[in-house]
């Protein structure tokens, strides 16, 4: 049985709640497939290593980390991981290089390559949630916060030990009422999106 590690945040900023997170622990068991979530620190410092520990040793077949996008109106499947972190805190209080106080953008790794494609199915994805009737887009831009820090940071980790995982980034809209005016989807159509990409990761 093959096994899938998948990754939701906690809320962040002025949000209360993150529809990642919680369409993370609402997830069902997917066929011919072993699940263990885990939900993340908005965090430079401590969100990559609790997904390398699990990863050590649990030692997944496929990694699917989701984040939210504020302001999508569909599911964003990512495609593409950079070695970039932007200028933005997190919420221990912190910036990418540790300090306190702005210091500009930095590398995710100092002097590794510039970026990494994800390695999930993504073409299969894509096509079972169109087919599902669920907005869905690709995405060629994880952004410069922690979102993409993982994504790099995974596909990173994987090329330094020769792995084969299939790993990849599934950003969500907000969830309904979650932001007014904003757009939206409902949680349940987001944990439906969610099981149907874990069902084509391979």
């Not at 757009?183 to 439906?192: A, G, I, Y």
């Amino acid at each position: 049985m093959k096994k899938i590690l998948v990754t939701g945040f906690e809320p962040f900023g002025k949000d209360a709640r993150n529809p990642s997170g919680e369409s993370v622990r609402m997830l069902k068991e997917v066929e011919n497939a072993e699940i263990r979530k885990l939900i993340l620190p908005v965090s430079w410092k401590r969100a990559f290593p609790e997904v390398e520990k699990v990863w050590d040793l649990w030692k997944p077949d496929a990694l699917l980390m989701v984040g939210l996008a504020g302001g999508s109106t569909a599911i964003r499947i990512e495609r593409i991981g950079v070695n970039l972190c932007g200028e933005i805190i997190d919420m221990d209080g912190r910036y990418a290089d540790g300090s306190a106080s702005p210091s500009g953008e930095h590398p995710v790794i100092a002097g590794n390559r510039e970026a990494f494609f994800a390695t999930y199915h993504h073409e299969a994805i894509l096509k079972a949630l169109k087919e599902a009737e669920i907005p869905a887009k690709y995405s060629f831009s994880a952004g410069t916060y922690i979102c993409n820090y993982l994504l790099y940071s995974s596909l990173a980790k994987m090329a330094r030990e020769n792995g084969n995982m299939k790993i990849g980034f599934i950003h969500l809209p907000y969830a309904d009422g979650q932001k007014e005016g904003a757009p939206s989807m409902p949680l349940d159509t987001m944990v439906r999106a969610l099981e149907t990409a874990l069902s084509k990761i391979f």
